[in-house]
């Protein structure tokens, strides 16, 4: 039987997406949602579910969408999944379930993330309280109000338990509303999930830095258990000697970004923007200079096929403009009237792997050149913000928080999501959420026993 071609999946064209932040990715319509579904073998060992981080049964949900039942495969999804139409849109399906599939390799897998994000518009979001048998007495607080948080509280709340999510920010969502532009998840579908979530009882506290203005040792008496969801937000600084020999330190890129997000700052339009890094931040904040009407470089110290950001992401950064130059290491920064003017770089190459397993870089000496910018970017890397630990006996290991805390915050408070990973998918930072809030349920099972 010849397998049926995959559905071409709609998006906006380059030069009309340029000049607004409208999501890219149209989705289906319900005719092209039926032939998508109806091409799905339903295996009997799917692979698919083994390539999903949150353990989706997609076979289940795909048989669902076949017969139009889209409030009950949205039902499953929730189950195991409360931010299913951020994933939906923010997953990369490639490395994951679409990846697994049988078909992938034929070059048609079933375009698994498009019937998902279909259930997941269309679908109602019906309250997920547990049966009042199941529900648990309990006071816990969560610190950050991201992803992991968020999901964490509704793992918690909707099984009884009194949760109270402490937000630095005036707004919650973490870096999903932060920092992931709306082009990739429009901030009305965000809005949907957090009201979806915050639903089953769980309460904000915003505009709290715990640690700034209440310490995280006053937590442990004011709550049975406290969950640390802070994020890997704190950019890795890059720092450059001037030519004046003077330190100078590069914008972050998450500030950046937040800034544009929230629109605090801008910059003059045609400036040109120097981004230092090869990751996702990267490709977003070249991408959001675009729109902006900046004039983004991204320069990064290994080749196209060594960067780090999805080749999706690359792709439509170069389609809409973004310029790269690679094997290029920043040397210093060079100023002139107070003012930055570029960076002079030295040339690399590649060496032998590292410890990632990638090529490492090496640089080739005597290769000083200029390269022309106003503004300097890093996107090098992310990792925990100290603040919240002031006064703590918690300690970062390689800018991230341990899996385990000793003495008297053992078994009392409880780290997840990028805090403990580094920056990583969504989906898996919502299932460490999840994952968390269950040893959390577990222990208070425990102590009314």
Same mark, same amino acid.
């Given at each position: 039987?010849?397998?049926?071609?995959?559905?071409?999946?709609?998006?906006?064209?380059?030069?009309?997406?340029?000049?607004?932040?409208?999501?890219?990715?149209? $989705?289906?319509?319900?005719? *092209?949602? *039926?032939? *998508?579904?109806?091409?799905?073998?339903?295996?009997?060992?799917?692979?698919?579910?083994?390539?999903?981080?949150?353990?989706?049964?997609?076979?289940?949900?795909?048989?669902?969408?076949?017969?139009?039942?889209?409030?009950?495969?949205?039902?499953?999804?929730?189950?195991?999944?409360?931010?299913?139409?951020?994933?939906?849109?923010?997953?990369?399906?490639?490395?994951?379930?679409?990846?697994?599939?049988?078909?992938?390799?034929?070059?048609?897998?079933?375009?698994?993330?498009?019937?998902?994000?279909?259930?997941?518009?269309?679908?109602?979001?019906?309250?997920?309280?547990?049966?009042?048998?199941?529900?648990?007495?309990?006071?816990?607080?969560?610190?950050?109000?991201?992803?992991?948080?968020?999901?964490?509280?509704?793992?918690?709340?909707?099984?009884?338990?009194?949760?109270?999510?402490?937000?630095?920010?005036?707004?919650?969502?973490?870096?999903?509303?932060?920092?992931?532009?709306?082009?990739?998840?429009?901030?009305?579908?965000?809005?949907?999930?957090?009201?979806?979530?915050?639903?089953?009882?769980?309460?904000?506290?915003?505009?709290?830095?715990?640690?700034?203005?209440?310490?995280?040792?006053?937590?442990?008496?004011?709550?049975?258990?406290?969950?640390?969801?802070? $994020?890997?937000?704190?950019?890795?600084?890059?720092?450059?000697?001037?030519?004046?020999?003077?330190?100078?330190?590069?914008?972050?890129? /998450?500030?950046?970004?937040?800034?544009?997000?929230?629109?605090?700052?801008?910059?003059?339009?045609?400036?040109? /923007?120097?981004?230092?890094?090869?990751?996702?931040?990267?490709?977003?904040?070249?991408?959001?200079?675009?729109?902006?009407?900046?004039?983004?470089?991204?320069?990064?110290?290994?080749?196209?096929?060594?960067?780090?950001?999805?080749?999706?992401?690359?792709? *439509?950064?170069?389609?809409?403009?973004?310029?790269?130059?690679?094997?290029?290491?920043?040397?210093?920064?060079?100023?002139?009237?107070?003012?930055?003017?570029?960076?002079?770089?030295?040339?690399?190459?590649?060496?032998?792997?590292?410890?990632?397993?990638?090529?490492?870089?090496? +640089?080739?000496?005597?290769?000083?050149?200029?390269?022309?910018?106003? +503004?300097?970017?890093?996107?090098?890397?992310?990792?925990?913000?100290?603040?919240?630990?002031?006064?703590?006996?918690?300690?970062?290991?390689?800018?991230?928080?341990?899996?385990?805390?000793?003495?008297?915050?053992?078994?009392?408070?409880?780290?997840?999501?990028?805090?403990?990973?580094?920056?990583?998918?969504?989906?898996?930072?919502?299932?460490?959420?999840?994952? +968390?809030?269950?040893? +959390?349920?577990?222990?208070?099972?425990?102590?009314?026993?």
């Amino acid at each position: 039987m010849p397998i049926k071609e995959r559905v071409k999946l709609r998006e906006l064209l380059p030069e009309d997406r340029i000049c607004n932040y409208n999501e890219i990715a149209l $989705g289906l319509n319900e005719k *092209e949602l *039926e032939y *998508e579904a109806n091409r799905c073998l339903q295996c009997k060992k799917p692979s698919c579910i083994k390539g999903c981080p949150a353990g989706l049964n997609i076979p289940r949900f795909i048989k669902l969408a076949r017969e139009k039942k889209f409030n009950e495969a949205l039902s499953e999804i929730l189950e195991v999944n409360p931010f299913s139409a951020t994933c939906a849109r923010v997953c990369p399906y490639g490395f994951q379930c679409e990846g697994s599939c049988v078909l992938n390799k034929t070059g048609r897998p079933i375009a698994i993330g498009a019937i998902h994000r279909f259930i997941s518009d269309y679908g109602e979001y019906q309250m997920k309280m547990v049966n009042e048998s199941e529900r648990i007495n309990g006071k816990v607080a969560i610190i950050g109000g991201g992803t992991a948080g968020l999901s964490a509280a509704f793992e918690l709340s909707r099984h009884g338990v009194d949760v109270d999510i402490y937000e630095s920010r005036p707004v919650i969502g973490g870096l999903a509303r932060a920092c992931i532009p709306p082009y990739r998840l429009a901030r009305e579908v965000l809005d949907r999930e957090i009201v979806y979530i915050l639903s089953h009882g769980a309460k904000i506290k915003n505009n709290i830095s715990v640690g700034k203005d209440i310490p995280l040792n006053d937590f442990l008496d004011m709550y049975d258990y406290v969950i640390l969801a802070v $994020g890997a937000s704190k950019c890795w600084s890059l720092r450059l000697l001037s030519n004046e020999g003077k330190d100078f330190f590069a914008y972050s890129a /998450i500030e950046f970004i937040e800034n544009y997000m929230f629109r605090k700052k801008v910059f003059d339009r045609g400036l040109k /923007i120097l981004i230092i890094g090869g990751g996702n931040t990267a490709i977003d904040v070249g991408r959001i200079s675009i729109r902006e009407g900046l004039n983004p470089l991204i320069v990064y110290r290994r080749g196209k096929e060594q960067m780090p950001a999805l080749p999706k992401e690359i792709e *439509e950064a170069e389609e809409e403009g973004v310029k790269f130059k690679f094997f290029e290491v920043p040397k210093r920064a060079i100023i002139e009237n107070n003012k930055l003017k570029g960076i002079e770089a030295l040339k690399a190459k590649l060496g032998p792997p590292d410890e990632s397993g990638r090529p490492s870089f090496e +640089v080739v000496e005597g290769s000083e050149h200029f390269i022309e910018g106003d +503004v300097l970017v890093s996107a090098i890397g992310q990792e925990v913000d100290t603040e919240v630990l002031t006064g703590c006996d918690i300690h970062l290991e390689r800018g991230l928080l341990p899996y385990d805390f000793g003495g008297k915050y053992k078994d009392k408070v409880f780290p997840c999501g990028d805090a403990v990973s580094g920056p990583s998918v969504v989906v898996k930072a919502m299932r460490s959420g999840l994952e +968390v809030a269950r040893k +959390v349920i577990g222990k208070l099972k425990e102590s009314t026993f």
